[in-house]
């Protein structure tokens, strides 16, 4: 049996991952407000105790049925967006960018965007978890 007749053999040994596994596991942790302030406070070196100052506010089929994100949630003025990924994507920034418009139009959605006064948007703070196996920068 040639090399390439045994690489395609083992290839056929293993199943598939599920690639929606391992992000499912980290939306399942920190779903919790408790867990997810913890990651926050180690993330950002804050020592929020109370899980309440959370408000949580994570996209569920937005824009495109196939697009939700991970975590999203606003706290001390500024909101937060955490994503896992196990595999690289060089579209990660434009999800992102979708992210954020969804967000900021479900935030203003009771105010007059088309008035003189100012609305208050909370900068957003991208966090990607990557766990894959190629190289990516930090």
């Given amino acids: 049996m040639s090399r ?3 690489k395609q053999n083992r290839k056929k040994a293993y199943p598939v991952p599920n690639r ?7 939306t399942m942790l920190f779903s919790d407000k408790k867990e ?9 070196g804050k020592q929020y105790k109370d899980p309440g100052a959370l408000s949580v506010n994570t ?6 049925m196939a ?16 994503e896992h990924q196990s595999t690289y994507s060089p579209y990660l920034p434009l999800r992102m960018l979708l ?3 969804d967000l900021y139009a479900d935030l203003t959605k009771n105010e007059n965007l088309y008035g ?5 948007l909370p900068p957003p703070r991208f966090i990607i978890f990557y766990n894959g196996e190629e190289k990516q920068p930090a």
């Fill in 4 to 6: 390439k007749q045994k």
């Fill in 20 to 26: 929606n596994y391992k992000s499912s596991l980290f």
């Fill in 36 to 44: 997810l302030l913890g990651l926050y406070n180690a993330i950002s």
């Fill in 59 to 64: 996209l569920e089929n937005a824009i495109y």
């Fill in 67 to 82: 697009i939700k994100n991970d975590l999203s949630f606003v706290i001390d003025s500024r909101l937060s967006l955490y």
């Fill in 99 to 101: 992210y954020l418009a």
């Fill in 116 to 120: 003189r006064k100012k609305v208050m």
